[in-house]
């Protein structure tokens, strides 16, 4: 089985100041990892995702995640937050191999990061 | 980029009655579908796999003659909530894989749906 633990479930920080929202998880497979950003009563558009290349994964808006096997983490940065960053982000990880579980998504439970001017 | 279209947005029914939520890709198809709910300040989990031509896979704990699952086409995939009930309301998410597309990539998501039932 797998499963996701965000580490805060709320951050804030000022603008203009680095972001850092945390992510652990678990896997008996080789997993896949994404972040999503969702907005308020919006779907979930992805910010990027590691699917066993590099493990510095670069993504939209800014932001960048480090997958770190020997830590289990995939936490999700970004140098200097944009009022517009704020909304709530989803870690997940999607199970590659192997039994009922292949391909499922599996979420963690959020982090709402507030952004102040 | 891949979109899928997700309606309605919101809708409001009286207790007792169905609701159809419809989900498309718009430029790619999709063999397999997924359909989450997400309470408040909750995150997203999985009720079912949509599968084009074949019967929805429900995750343990979800009623499948309560949510009704059709995937008739690659492009379509519709969600129906019968016989609603307060408990119900809640955000309902589809998201779609491009088939032809390769495992690496991501699923897209619909825009949600926010069911009330009163």
């Known amino acids: 089985a797998q499963s996701v633990t965000q580490l805060d479930s709320h951050v804030s920080v000022s603008e203009g100041t680095p972001v850092l929202l945390r992510c652990n998880y678990s896997s008996s497979y080789s997993p896949s990892l994404f972040w999503y950003v969702q907005h308020p009563n919006k779907g979930l558009q992805l910010l990027l995702k590691?699917?066993?290349?590099?493990?510095l994964v670069k993504g939209i808006n800014g932001f960048e995640a480090e997958f770190k096997k020997s830590e289990t983490s995939f936490h999700l940065t970004k140098p200097s937050a944009h009022m517009s960053d704020a909304a709530e982000y989803f870690c997940?990880?999607?199970?590659?191999?192997?039994?009922?579980?292949?391909?499922?998504?599996?979420f963690g439970q959020g982090t709402i990061l507030t952004v102040h001017p | 980029g891949a979109v899928v279209s997700q309606h309605p947005s919101w809708v409001i029914c009286k207790s007792g009655t169905s609701v159809k939520i419809e989900c498309r890709s718009l430029d790619f198809q999709a063999t397999t579908m997924f359909w989450y709910r997400q309470f408040p300040k909750q995150s997203l989990m999985l009720m079912a796999t949509s599968n084009e031509g074949s019967k929805a896979t429900y995750e343990q704990g979800v009623e499948k003659d309560k949510f009704l699952i059709n995937h008739a086409s690659l492009t379509l995939s519709t969600l129906t909530v019968t016989s609603a009930h307060p408990e119900d309301s809640s955000f309902y998410i589809c998201?779609?894989?491009?088939?032809?597309?390769?495992?690496?990539?991501?699923?897209?998501f619909g825009s949600g749906t926010r069911l009330t039932v009163v």
């Open positions: 998201s779609a894989r491009d088939t032809g597309a390769g495992f690496a990539y991501g699923y897209t």
């Open positions: 997940v990880v999607r199970v590659n191999a192997g039994g009922t579980s292949y391909g499922k998504l599996t």
């Open positions: 590691y699917t066993s290349a590099a493990t």
